[in-house]
Protein backbone atom coordinates (compact mmCIF):
# COMPACT_ATOMS: atom_id res chain seq x y z
CA UNK A 1 0.00 0.00 0.00
CA UNK A 2 1.21 3.53 -1.00
CA UNK A 3 0.89 6.60 0.88
CA UNK A 4 -0.96 9.66 -0.53
CA UNK A 5 0.71 12.92 -0.14
CA UNK A 6 -1.19 14.01 2.76
CA UNK A 7 -0.49 10.55 4.67
CA UNK A 8 3.16 11.71 3.78
CA UNK A 9 2.75 14.81 5.43
CA UNK A 10 0.92 13.54 8.20
CA UNK A 11 3.72 11.02 9.08
CA UNK A 12 6.24 13.54 8.48
CA UNK A 13 4.62 15.61 11.21
CA UNK A 14 4.21 12.70 13.30
CA UNK A 15 7.97 11.82 13.24
CA UNK A 16 7.14 8.67 11.22
CA UNK A 17 9.02 9.78 8.17
CA UNK A 18 12.14 11.73 8.01
CA UNK A 19 12.20 14.59 4.90
CA UNK A 20 14.44 17.08 5.56
CA UNK A 21 14.50 20.16 4.86
CA UNK A 22 10.89 19.46 4.25
CA UNK A 23 8.93 21.50 1.99
CA UNK A 24 5.16 20.64 1.67
CA UNK A 25 4.82 22.47 -1.41
CA UNK A 26 7.00 19.35 -2.66
CA UNK A 27 4.27 16.72 -1.80
CA UNK A 28 2.37 15.42 -4.80
CA UNK A 29 -0.73 13.17 -4.81
CA UNK A 30 1.33 9.95 -3.83
CA UNK A 31 5.22 11.30 -3.56
CA UNK A 32 7.66 13.48 -2.41
CA UNK A 33 9.96 15.74 -4.55
CA UNK A 34 13.38 15.70 -4.27
CA UNK A 35 15.98 17.71 -5.33
CA UNK A 36 19.58 17.70 -6.52
CA UNK A 37 22.55 18.22 -4.21
CA UNK A 38 25.52 20.08 -4.83
CA UNK A 39 28.04 17.69 -5.37
CA UNK A 40 28.33 14.61 -8.31
CA UNK A 41 30.77 11.73 -8.35
CA UNK A 42 32.49 10.87 -11.48
CA UNK A 43 34.78 7.37 -11.38
CA UNK A 44 38.26 8.22 -13.04
CA UNK A 45 39.19 4.44 -13.43
CA UNK A 46 38.90 3.00 -16.68
CA UNK A 47 37.47 -0.37 -15.28
CA UNK A 48 35.84 -0.63 -12.25
CA UNK A 49 36.16 -3.66 -10.15
CA UNK A 50 33.88 -4.67 -7.42
CA UNK A 51 36.63 -6.03 -5.17
CA UNK A 52 38.66 -2.91 -5.31
CA UNK A 53 37.17 0.76 -4.12
CA UNK A 54 37.14 2.93 -7.15
CA UNK A 55 38.92 6.31 -7.75
CA UNK A 56 36.74 8.86 -8.29
CA UNK A 57 36.51 13.29 -8.11
CA UNK A 58 34.01 15.08 -6.24
CA UNK A 59 32.37 17.89 -8.85
CA UNK A 60 30.51 20.58 -7.20
CA UNK A 61 27.24 21.79 -9.75
CA UNK A 62 27.80 25.24 -9.89
CA UNK A 63 24.69 27.44 -9.63
CA UNK A 64 24.61 27.94 -13.56
CA UNK A 65 24.39 24.36 -13.87
CA UNK A 66 26.94 21.31 -15.21
CA UNK A 67 26.53 19.81 -18.41
CA UNK A 68 26.42 16.10 -18.24
CA UNK A 69 27.27 15.04 -21.60
CA UNK A 70 25.50 11.75 -23.94
CA UNK A 71 26.77 8.49 -22.37
CA UNK A 72 27.98 9.82 -19.62
CA UNK A 73 27.40 8.48 -16.04
CA UNK A 74 27.17 10.23 -12.71
CA UNK A 75 26.37 9.47 -9.04
CA UNK A 76 24.22 12.70 -7.51
CA UNK A 77 22.34 12.86 -4.62
CA UNK A 78 19.62 14.07 -2.85
CA UNK A 79 19.59 17.76 -0.92
CA UNK A 80 17.40 15.86 1.02
CA UNK A 81 18.08 13.48 3.82
CA UNK A 82 15.41 10.54 3.89
CA UNK A 83 14.28 7.80 5.82
CA UNK A 84 11.48 5.96 8.06
CA UNK A 85 11.74 2.90 10.71
CA UNK A 86 8.30 2.40 9.65
CA UNK A 87 7.81 2.98 5.77
CA UNK A 88 9.62 1.23 2.65
CA UNK A 89 11.03 4.68 0.41
CA UNK A 90 11.13 4.22 -2.97
CA UNK A 91 12.79 6.21 -5.43
CA UNK A 92 11.58 7.28 -8.50
CA UNK A 93 13.07 10.04 -11.68
CA UNK A 94 10.30 12.40 -12.26
CA UNK A 95 8.64 11.60 -16.09
CA UNK A 96 10.38 15.44 -16.99
CA UNK A 97 13.66 14.22 -16.24
CA UNK A 98 13.55 11.22 -17.76
CA UNK A 99 12.04 12.85 -20.90
CA UNK A 100 14.87 15.22 -20.89
CA UNK A 101 17.11 12.10 -21.79
CA UNK A 102 18.13 11.60 -17.81
CA UNK A 103 17.77 8.69 -16.65
CA UNK A 104 18.14 8.56 -12.53
CA UNK A 105 17.99 5.64 -10.41
CA UNK A 106 17.31 2.88 -12.84
CA UNK A 107 17.88 0.52 -10.04
CA UNK A 108 18.34 0.50 -6.64
CA UNK A 109 15.23 2.11 -6.00
CA UNK A 110 14.18 0.22 -2.90
CA UNK A 111 15.51 2.28 -0.08
CA UNK A 112 15.53 -0.18 2.79
CA UNK A 113 13.42 0.27 6.02
CA UNK A 114 15.65 2.24 8.80
CA UNK A 115 17.83 3.74 6.52
CA UNK A 116 18.22 7.33 7.00
CA UNK A 117 20.50 9.95 4.61
CA UNK A 118 21.32 11.64 1.94
CA UNK A 119 20.15 9.11 -1.25
CA UNK A 120 22.80 8.40 -3.83
CA UNK A 121 20.95 8.96 -7.18
CA UNK A 122 23.31 7.14 -10.52
CA UNK A 123 22.56 9.33 -13.55
CA UNK A 124 22.75 8.40 -16.74
CA UNK A 125 22.50 10.67 -19.88
CA UNK A 126 21.14 9.65 -23.15
CA UNK A 127 21.81 13.47 -24.71
CA UNK A 128 23.50 15.99 -23.44
CA UNK A 129 21.74 17.86 -19.86
CA UNK A 130 22.60 20.70 -17.96
CA UNK A 131 21.87 20.03 -14.08
CA UNK A 132 21.36 22.45 -11.48
CA UNK A 133 22.07 22.28 -7.68
CA UNK A 134 18.63 22.14 -5.75
CA UNK A 135 16.61 21.39 -8.93
CA UNK A 136 13.85 18.72 -8.33
CA UNK A 137 15.09 15.53 -9.92
CA UNK A 138 13.25 12.25 -8.56
CA UNK A 139 10.83 11.46 -5.95
CA UNK A 140 10.35 9.31 -3.23
CA UNK A 141 6.94 7.39 -2.34
CA UNK A 142 6.55 5.43 0.96
CA UNK A 143 4.87 1.50 1.16
CA UNK A 144 3.89 0.03 4.31
CA UNK A 145 5.87 -2.72 5.07
CA UNK A 146 4.30 -6.31 5.87
CA UNK A 147 5.65 -8.51 8.64
CA UNK A 148 8.61 -8.57 11.25
CA UNK A 149 10.67 -5.23 10.79
CA UNK A 150 14.37 -5.52 10.63
CA UNK A 151 16.08 -1.92 10.78
CA UNK A 152 18.78 -1.25 8.37
CA UNK A 153 22.44 -0.99 9.64
CA UNK A 154 24.65 -1.47 6.60
CA UNK A 155 27.49 0.21 5.13
CA UNK A 156 25.25 3.37 3.89
CA UNK A 157 23.69 4.47 6.85
CA UNK A 158 23.87 8.17 7.25
CA UNK A 159 25.22 9.11 3.90
CA UNK A 160 26.25 12.59 3.08
CA UNK A 161 26.26 13.17 -0.35
CA UNK A 162 26.81 11.12 -3.28
CA UNK A 163 28.25 7.50 -2.22
CA UNK A 164 30.66 5.83 -4.62
CA UNK A 165 30.11 2.21 -4.56
CA UNK A 166 30.69 0.52 -1.42
CA UNK A 167 30.72 -3.25 -3.17
CA UNK A 168 34.52 -3.71 -2.35
CA UNK A 169 33.40 -4.28 1.19
CA UNK A 170 31.43 -7.56 0.71
CA UNK A 171 34.83 -9.36 -0.49
CA UNK A 172 36.22 -9.09 2.62
Known amino acids: MILSGHKIIEEVLNGKIN ?6 NNVTTNSYDVSLGEN ?10 PKK ?56 DLID ?5 NLTLQMY ?13 AQVSFWVPTGKIILYEGKYQHSKGPQISKTSMDFK
Do not use: C
Not at 113 to 117: A, D, R
Open 19 to 24: ISPFTE
Open 40 to 49: LIRYTDEVID
Open 53 to 108: KPNYELIKIPKEGFLIEKNAFFLGSTLEEIGSNHYVPILHAKSGTARSGLFVHITA
Open 113 to 117: IGSVG
Open 125 to 137: STLPVIVYPHMKI
